[in-house]
């Protein structure tokens, strides 16, 4: 079936669109959820497994403490409500890579409810309110082998990895975000790349999109302008970059007005989201009708959080991410443009960490938000997964500050960087970058550049300083760039003097 | 056929301990005894669906060389036990008495069954069982039936009828059983032996292959009470991988049943339970229940009629709870990691090989159990079914408390009738149910109960088991009621009751 997409413009001028975001982070607990095995990310597949989340006949699960503690933290900094008493609930249903055919996860009684994340699109502030936030348990991870897309549709055969089974997630579902239909992408993936940073300051993630450890199911619908009622959704799955949530609303935005359009109705189904052109297909078909056969865990005793030790997590919350955005701002001198760029970039936690080795402020941004940026756009890459750490870039800041290399040169050393050559001073070494430190071959080189331009020597004798310009210019190209400027300038003038 | 399979297991742990017999040499025994009448599924007695002997010899061994230097790890060191085909048993096969786990060789232990290796108690095998526990008669078993030895035309009960009966024909002097609804206590009823449902959380079922979770427990299987008291001390106790077991610490049953054997009970508040009579009930079964009652008045108890008007709506709560918890448990069985796989003719999805596999794997009983248990689940159906039963759940709790504040202990019949001809009920459903009539509340509110012999019926000569019931955590009374009963009675009978049962010959 062709699809009918409709420019955004177009999409957006005539409807609204309802979001809705379900989240789910894996926690860093060393075990996992149910059971004593590591949950650890990779390992020889089906290695890190036991009875328990094997889902062997007779074996038992027993709530992982830590993962408790971790889903309060998180409801908190969300501010939600924190249950004195819930569930744990088993959602029904068959898929080979589940090991007992269900999901151990929580249903009407989650951990933590009614909640609110304020995120902030080009300097306006969205509330985005959380419906829950609830802990589960993952599922395998299957390999369809053979055939052309990878699904299982057409594959020869599947393996199923169990190392990931039984690895704690929560899953945080926002209520329907209603917000101007042209500013939805972004306030989808200004959602979620806050709500990765708050994850992150919360240390009980890894938070890597790009490894799957946080993964977004974008919800969307849309209803002509003024109804009173939403439209049909779709769900897409497993959204796995902060681009991508921003491209999979745009695009099913634009799907859905097609169909709406032409007097069609959506279809809710689940949907599968492709990195490589932006679009997505149907995946199963989901409706209404699917139905778990939720009913509280019997194997489970209920997880009631007693009020003193709710508060005792509460004592343990990183600072409030607004309060700690406009502190660092004042700290670090940046005007409210600079911070604006800083911000949609998502370099803030980067440019801290920067700053965190010894970095000056206004360095780190311009590293991070001018020249990074530029990278991870070409490459579509998040800022964070550009290949280069915060540690790196101080690195070559500090190198950069003791004229061992310049800006110029700087930039070659990200690209050693990035393609894995070594460190910076071996990235120096083997591009052979450093600047020239001996003055003998900079003094030949310029009276090289004189003897060439025997003119400009006369002008700038003359008190006309900036005609040194164009020396410089020729001793830089003559010496490969590997000049520190600023010598080079101090020695001509020497020089004519 | 050697003397030493008449012992009890306390009988035995003395002569172990005093060096008149060996660990070996009982073991052998029992081998022995099951090899001449066990048979297989067409005759014999058939409680054994596999047999260990070299490992149950190995391990008596080991016993013996502990004794012979100057350890032992338990009283029971050395005195052999049959393990229900449910729980779990690293290196031996574990069936639940289904074909779609058939030739399934745990790679663990269950809780309860490291315990008993643990202490030394050699493993003489793995018990039949209705298919994954679902049953009355044990004729659910996808390997054939259990046969009673009182009569091997009828039933031993169920769903543990290959434990009760492997005890009853001293195949074992010990077996290892589970009770979801009955399943230790009326098998114990109908085979003259003695049976004990723990308090809810008083045992691990860590490794035990659910039925209905919420209901399940592990209790021993055995021909006196006192044994039942030495068993359920070794295998009691809080499990860290069975997060709903109590911690709560585990003892003086050995000492409770030691004093009601004295058969002093003044003092001792025993109530009847009212609902637990009447049409349906066996003349033969109620009189020996009455006379049991009257005994209990002659050995100092206090005797009242107690009403627990709820229990008339157990049966049809249970029949909900149970198949909304098994559906979910059994949907594991899908031929992806373990057990049998069917694989259809052509180029099959994974779906098509689970349906077939699931088709051909499970009996007709447990396909009937999962379709209720997935309807009572539904959406729209689940409020008036599942969660509707959780509430009537709640009152028959409730009226066991209200019941537990003027008595000490609960009395009734353990199965309203004696072990019935096989066969007799298996295109009956709901007669078949109605045999756990009198054991589903205790397991609907947690509560421990146990069932001992009370003589046979005058119209067919067959056991007739008296149930005790006490509030949860208080398994003790049991112990020391149950055996103020058996003294009384073995007193009365001259000797106990399964020397009256006929003499097994060979199956062939």
């Not at chain 1, 309802?18 to 989240?23: C, D, K, S």
């Not at chain 1, 594959?155 to 690895?167: E, F, K, M, T």
Request: net charge negative.
């Amino acid at each position: 079936m062709t699809e009918v997409l409709v420019p955004f413009d177009e999409v957006i001028a005539k409807y609204d669109p309802a979001l809705g975001l379900e989240v789910h982070v894996e926690l860093n607990t060393n075990t996992k959820m149910f059971c004593g095995c590591p949950a650890v990310f990779g390992g020889e597949p089906n290695t890190q497994v036991c009875p328990t989340c094997l889902g062997l006949p007779g074996a038992m699960p027993v709530v992982n403490g830590k993962a408790v503690e971790s889903a309060i933290r998180i409801g908190l900094a969300l501010n939600c409500s924190i249950a004195e008493w819930c569930r744990f609930a088993r959602k029904n249903y068959f898929y080979p890579d589940m090991p007992k055919n269900f999901q151990t996860s929580q249903y009407d009684e989650p951990i933590a409810f009614d909640g609110w994340l304020d995120v902030e699109v080009e300097g306006e502030t969205f509330r985005v309110e959380i419906e829950r936030a609830h802990m589960e348990e993952d599922t395998g991870k299957s390999t369809h082998v053979g055939g052309a897309t990878g699904r299982i549709h057409g594959a020869d055969y599947s393996l199923v990895d169990y190392n990931r089974a039984g690895i704690p997630l929560i899953e945080i579902v926002t209520r329907p975000i209603l917000v101007p239909a042209e500013k939805a992408p972004a306030v989808a993936r200004a959602y979620v790349g806050q709500l990765r940073d708050l994850i992150l300051a919360l240390g009980v993630s890894d938070a890597r999109m790009d490894q799957g450890s946080i993964r977004a199911d974008v919800n969307l619908s849309l209803a002509p302008k003024g109804a009173d009622k939403l439209g049909t959704r779709s769900e897409t799955k497993n959204v796995n970059s902060l681009r991508s949530v921003e491209r999979a609303v745009r695009f099913e935005m634009s799907r859905h007005a097609g169909i709406l359009d032409a007097g069609g109705s959506v279809l809710q189904e689940t949907r599968h989201f492709h990195e490589d052109t932006g679009t997505t297909s149907s995946g199963r078909e989901k409706s209404d009708a699917e139905d778990y056969r939720y009913f509280p865990e019997p194997d489970l005793v209920p997880v009631a959080p007693s009020r003193e030790w709710v508060e005792e997590l509460r004592g343990t919350l990183p600072e409030n991410p607004t309060q700690k955005r406009a502190r660092l701002q004042e700290e670090y001198g940046f005007s409210d443009l600079e911070m604006r760029d800083v911000w949609a970039a998502g370099a803030l936690p980067l440019i801290e960490a920067t700053v965190a080795e010894g970095t000056a402020p206004q360095s780190a941004r311009k590293w991070w938000v001018a020249e990074l940026l530029r990278r991870a756009n070409d490459a579509g890459v998040e800022l964070a997964e550009v290949g280069v750490t915060p540690q790196q870039v101080a690195e070559v800041q500090a190198l950069v500050d003791a004229k061992t290399i310049n800006d110029k040169l700087a930039r070659q050393v990200f690209d050693g960087l990035i393609a894995g050559e070594g460190t910076a001073a071996e990235v120096i070494e083997k591009r052979g970058l450093a600047l020239v430190s001996d003055d003998g071959p900079l003094i030949a080189a310029i009276d090289d550049a004189l003897a060439a331009q025997p003119d400009i020597a006369e002008k700038i004798r003359g008190g006309n300083h900036a005609a040194a310009g164009a020396v410089i210019g020729a001793v830089m190209k003559a010496t490969r760039g590997q000049a520190d400027a600023a010598r080079v300038r101090e020695l001509i003038l020497e020089k004519l003097a | 056929m050697s003397e030493l399979i008449r012992k009890t297991a306390a009988e035995l742990a003395d002569m172990l301990a005093a060096g008149e017999t060996t660990s070996v040499e009982v073991t052998q025994a029992h081998l022995d005894r099951i090899a001449a009448v066990d048979g297989d599924a067409e005759a014999g007695v058939h409680a054994f669906l596999h047999v260990d002997a070299d490992g149950a010899l190995a391990q008596a061994a080991e016993s013996d060389a502990r004794r012979a230097a100057g350890e032992s790890r338990h009283l029971l060191d050395g005195v052999p036990i049959a393990v229900k085909d449910v729980l779990a048993t690293q290196g031996l096969p574990t069936t639940c008495g289904s074909r779609i786990l058939e030739g399934w060789v745990p790679p663990y232990d269950a809780t309860v069954v490291g315990k008993i290796k643990a202490a030394g108690l050699p493993i003489l095998g793995k018990t039949n069982m209705d298919e994954f526990a679902m049953g009355s008669s044990t004729e659910h078993s996808a390997y054939g039936p259990t046969r009673n030895p009182w009569d091997q035309t009828r039933i031993p009960g169920g769903s543990g009828g290959g434990s009760a009966a492997a005890v009853a024909a001293f195949e074992a002097p010990l077996a290892l059983g589970t009770d979801t609804g009955g399943s230790i206590r009326q098998p114990g009823a109908v085979t003259g032996t003695v049976g004990v449902k723990p308090t809810y959380g008083g045992v691990s079922r860590y490794g035990l292959v659910a039925l209905a979770n919420s209901l399940d427990q592990v209790g021993p299987v055995t021909r006196t009470v006192l044994d039942s008291a030495l068993l359920h001390e070794l295998i009691g106790g809080h499990d860290p991988l069975d997060s709903t077991s109590v911690d709560v610490p585990v003892g003086g049953f050995v000492e409770a049943a030691r004093q009601g054997a004295t058969g002093d009970l003044s003092g001792l508040k025993v109530g009847v339970i009212k609902e637990l009579a009447g049409d349906g009930w066996q003349p033969g079964v109620m009189e020996r229940f009455a006379e049991t009652v009257a005994l209990l008045k002659d050995l100092g108890a206090e005797v009242t009629e107690v009403s627990c008007p709820t229990f008339v709506h157990a049966m049809a709560t249970y029949y909900l709870i149970l198949p909304a918890e098994c559906s979910s448990n059994l949907a594991k069985f899908d031929a992806m990691r373990y057990g049998l796989r069917v694989v259809p003719e052509g180029d099959p999805s994974a779906e098509a090989v689970m349906k077939a596999t699931r088709d051909a794997g499970f009996g007709d009983e447990v396909k009937r159990r999962i379709m209720i248990g997935t309807y009572a689940l539904s959406s729209g159906y689940y409020d008036a079914y599942y969660g509707q039963a959780q509430k009537v759940r709640t009152l028959i709790s409730r009226d066991f408390a209200a019941a537990f504040e003027d008595v000490d202990v609960l009395v009734s019949p353990t199965s309203p009738t004696t072990a019935f001809p096989l066969g007799d009920k298996l295109d009956d459903p709901l007669a078949m149910y109605l045999q756990d009539l009198a054991t589903i509340p205790a397991n609907l509110a947690g509560v421990p109960g146990i069932s001992v012999p009370a003589g046979l019926a005058d119209e067919d000569g067959l056991p007739v088991g008296f149930q005790v019931l006490a509030p949860a955590l208080a398994d003790d009374r049991l112990y020391r009621v149950g055996a103020a009963v058996e003294a009384a009675l073995t007193s009365r009978w001259g000797g106990p009751i399964l020397a009256q049962a006929p003499t097994l010959e060979g199956p062939r």
